[in-house]
């Protein structure tokens, strides 16, 4: 690299923090970082990698230590000593990957912020080259329809949904998923799935779900969240969003399947009346679609077991217990 030679021959001086452009710039790949850890390790042995700045007609930019200036300037620091490179002696690609590697080296990148480093890399690279080498150096896997993804996040959505991503919430199963929807689907997915914050498994059923539901009704992903009419109900202060989140999987569930969440809700009704001793269970086989039930039973010891499943046969309702498919059970 170029910019490698030119590094060598440069001295930091001092630069007045009004003079360096504080916008993240072309070059940066900061989103969702905490300061607090870097002004503490400034404050106490002084700023050990000086930032670098890119001298062009319009002013200084920061080509890396991006976070570095914010501490300086939280810490209330008039200047900051930089090195400067000359803008008509550095391609841009230069800068961009001296930033990259200079972070890599340094920290883990987030999920929002691999996303950022892609996008800016795409303008100066082959795709191919993007998803076969970059991809992966980002701890990526090479996909190009999950880099199409990146673009439209930093692109697209809002803060929320960025935040969120920055945050790891967003696993990368449901990116895979949610690449391989038209944009719409994505964006109506990925701001509900960041406001109630579905925990990974969610997210797999929620997509699931509305792809089904999607095909089986013949309406689009938008519409059919449109006609939940969830809007109003994920941005109260006071809501328990965890429990919004299983609230709108059940909805949708008893949408895609009435029957099956009748059985289900059937079942639940049926143990919950046979009182069933502590540490004792029974769950039914997945979709109702197995013979058998399965029986649970925690215990310390013999003694112990022996005690519950006394217990157990002294329940008087367990005959009670049925297939829930069957429409005379209420």
């Known amino acids: 690299m170029i910019i490698h030679h030119k590094m060598a021959e440069m001295t930091p001086r001092q630069v007045a923090i009004v003079d360096i452009d504080e916008s993240p710039g072309p070059y940066c790949m900061s989103f969702g970082f905490n300061l607090d850890t870097l002004i503490q390790s400034i404050r106490h042995i002084g700023l050990a990698n000086p930032p670098i700045l890119k001298s062009d007609p319009g002013g200084l930019t920061v080509v890396a230590g991006y976070r570095r200036i914010m501490a300086l300037k939280a810490l209330g620091a008039g200047a900051v000593p930089c090195r400067i490179i000359s803008g008509h002696e550095i391609p841009p690609?230069?800068?961009l990957l001296l930033n990259l590697y200079d972070n890599l080296s340094t920290r883990r990148l987030n999920d929002m912020e691999k996303g950022m480093a892609l996008n800016r890399l795409d303008t100066w690279l082959p795709r191919h080259e993007i998803v076969n080498r970059y991809m992966p150096l980002l701890g990526l896997r090479p996909n190009?329809?999950?880099?199409?993804?990146?673009?439209?996040?930093?692109?697209?959505?809002?803060?929320?949904?960025k935040t969120f991503v920055a945050e790891g919430g967003l696993s990368w199963r449901a990116v895979t998923m949610l690449s391989d929807m038209?944009?719409?689907?994505?964006?109506s997915l990925a701001?509900?799935?960041s406001y109630l914050r579905f925990n990974i498994n969610q997210q797999i059923q929620l997509i699931d779900?509305?792809?089904d539901l999607s095909l089986i009704e013949g309406k689009p992903i938008p519409h059919i969240l449109s006609e939940l009419a969830l809007d109003n109900r994920y941005d109260g202060k006071n809501t328990n969003r965890p429990q919004q989140a299983k609230a709108?999987?059940?909805?949708?569930?008893m949408r895609r399947n009435p029957a099956l969440v009748t059985a289900e809700t059937r079942f639940r009704s049926m143990v919950a009346h046979l009182n069933l001793p502590e540490?004792?269970?029974?769950?039914?086989?997945?979709f109702f679609e197995g013979e058998y039930y399965r029986l649970e039973i925690l215990f310390r010891e013999g003694e112990d077991l022996k005690s519950r499943l006394e217990d157990l046969l002294q329940t008087g309702k367990l005959a009670q217990l049925k297939n829930p498919w069957d429409e005379t059970v209420r």
């Open 93 to 95: 690609l230069e800068c």
């Open 144 to 161: 190009e329809k999950g880099l199409l993804f990146f673009h439209e996040l930093e692109k697209d959505f809002d803060v929320k949904v």
């Open 182 to 187: 038209d944009a719409a689907s994505r964006a």
């Open 191 to 193: 701001t509900l799935i």
């Open 209 to 211: 779900i509305l792809i």
């Open 248 to 253: 709108v999987l059940n909805r949708l569930r």
């Open 279 to 286: 540490g004792i269970r029974i769950d039914a086989p997945a």
